[in-house]
């Protein structure tokens, strides 16, 4: 049987990953997991239900814990890990399970997304969040208002980009990653692969590793 320690996670990821009871990794985990933590390009095909969010986010939260710290400065809580999603409802359920996964560590966790009153959010990003997750566009609008930079995003994870795309997301997501460091890791979930993903990936991504299940 596998299991999660066979990755190597920090014991403050192991902790969450315990309490919230996961007992061994899904075929995706297995997959995209030690993929991620050596800092690696992924593209990965899978639906909602599979265990997804855990396979980048647990290893997100692993390559981004040497920053960790509790110092009260935003500016040492800069936007680390950066995640899209196309709708609220994926925004909050990804934000919430990265919460849970990173309970243990001083990291802190952040959401954005249109249709709501922007300024407890852009509070937030003042007050500095290291893994944020957003919908394109609001992102756009606090970046615009200087709520928040990503300057110093290290991971950008697009979740169900063939879902963004349809939605007409494309400008934006360029936008957003024009403002992204070059030296990033760069991590794309689609349901299916078709060719305008694939585009999208080659506009992106460097070398990505295939996962697939
Ligand atoms: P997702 O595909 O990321 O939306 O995850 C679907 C559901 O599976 C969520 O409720 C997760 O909390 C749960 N889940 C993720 N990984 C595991 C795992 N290794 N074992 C059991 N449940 C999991």
Do not use: C, W
């Not at 110092?71 to 994926?90: D, G, K, N, W």
């Not at 060719?195 to 990505?208: C, G, V």
């Amino acid at each position: 049987m596998s299991s999660f320690a066979q990755f190597n996670l920090d014991s403050r990821i192991m902790s969450a990953i315990e309490r919230i009871g996961y007992k061994e990794p899904t075929p995706i985990q297995l997959q995209a997991i030690p993929v991620v933590m050596k800092g690696g390009d992924v593209m990965g095909a899978a639906q909602t239900g599979t265990g997804k969010t855990a396979s980048f986010g647990l290893p997100l939260i692993a390559r981004i814990l040497p920053h960790a710290n509790t110092s009260m400065s935003p500016a040492r809580h800069p936007v680390r890990a950066l995640i899209l999603t196309p709708t609220r409802e994926l925004a909050d359920q990804v934000s919430a399970n990265m919460t849970q996964y990173a309970a243990d560590t001083p990291l802190r966790v952040g959401v954005v997304y249109g249709g709501v009153d922007i300024r407890p959010q852009y509070d937030m990003l003042r007050r500095g969040v290291e893994i944020l997750t957003a919908t394109p566009g609001r992102l756009l609008d606090h970046i615009e208002q200087r709520a928040t930079n990503l300057s110093q995003v290290e991971v950008v994870v697009l979740d169900e980009a063939d879902r963004m795309l349809d939605m007409g997301f494309f400008d934006d997501i360029m936008r957003i990653v024009s403002q992204l460091p070059s030296e990033r890791q760069t991590i794309m979930f689609s349901a299916t692969l078709p060719p305008k993903i694939r585009k999208l990936a080659k506009e992106i991504m460097h070398d990505p590793a295939e996962v697939n299940i």
